[in-house]
């Protein structure tokens, strides 16, 4: 099987360079089309799959093709292609905001998948969601699992869930940069220096994280073990508490959330 990506951006150079390190894909299966066709060699000195001359080609030559440009793009990149390089064959598209009625419109020979990766993908710990339209083979879901699960975890999501898990997943890293870069300032105005303060900040995010998911316990039973009785953890839990944290956070999501619904219409 190949596996055709057209665009190789920061999020198509990312699968691609998880898929061909995994060890599950050989990089003779892969190939790839950009426009600027130095960013695609570059990729390929890298990742050993083949660069292509134009986007009909790696739909042509591909058994998958995965499209990694922008939406706005998106119409223009499938109309200068010849829509028989396409059918019959598995779509994925990362592209946000396009909806699975816009693919089966202009590629109707297609079986289509969404998928929305997200920045986390360079080091492999993306979180993706992917939806796809209901008698879509198994055969395609597994596929685009592999392929995604190449470069972190993949879920399952309606496409009507899609803008929640957008802002969730999608919009949550920088939501978590900047509690991140504030633990780090607290840090520096406490007089650890600042290189030092940002490390041990993104250690003890990365360690909590990783408590959370081996764990299995719900985020406040860990919380409640950080916090002993009359102790020092509480008292910031108090203030993060009366300054409406968590109530914060999800006005954020629900801000992301409506402000997806606004560009899809």
């Not at 685009?144 to 869930?161: N, P, R, W, Y």
């Not at 920088?174 to 600042?194: E, N, S, W």
Request: net charge negative.
């Amino acid at each position: 099987m190949v596996y055709g990506f057209i665009g190789t951006g920061n999020m198509g150079a990312a699968i691609i360079r998880g898929m061909t390190g995994s060890g599950s894909f050989s990089e003779d299966t892969v190939c790839a089309y950009n426009r600027t066709k130095a960013k695609a060699l570059a990729l390929q000195d890298e990742c050993g799959m083949k660069v292509l001359d134009s986007a009909d080609s790696v739909a042509k030559a591909s058994d998958v093709i995965v499209l990694c440009v922008k939406p706005q793009q998106m119409s223009g990149m499938i109309a200068s292609c010849d829509i028989a390089s396409f059918s019959g064959k598995l779509v994925i598209s990362i592209a946000a905001g396009l909806p699975l009625s816009y693919y089966a419109a202009l590629l109707p020979e297609s079986r289509i998948i969404r998928a929305m990766p997200n920045l986390n993908a360079k080091y492999l710990c993306s979180v993706t969601g992917i939806c796809f339209d209901e008698g879509l083979a198994a055969e395609d879901i597994f596929t685009a699992k592999a392929v995604f699960g190449s470069i972190g975890s993949v879920f399952e999501i309606q496409e009507h869930l899609f803008p929640a898990f957008s802002a969730v997943a999608g919009a949550s890293p920088a939501f978590t940069f900047m509690y991140t870069d504030a633990l780090a300032m607290a840090a520096v105005k406490a007089g650890i220096p600042r290189a030092q303060a940002f490390e041990i900040a993104a250690a003890a995010v990365k360690g909590s994280a990783v408590t959370l998911c081996e764990s299995g316990e719900h985020p406040d039973a860990l919380r409640d073990k950080v916090c002993s009785p009359g102790g020092t953890t509480i008292e910031g839990v108090s203030v993060l508490e009366d300054a409406a944290f968590k109530g914060i956070v999800m006005d954020a999501v629900e801000a992301v959330i409506e402000k997806d619904k606004k560009m899809a219409k």
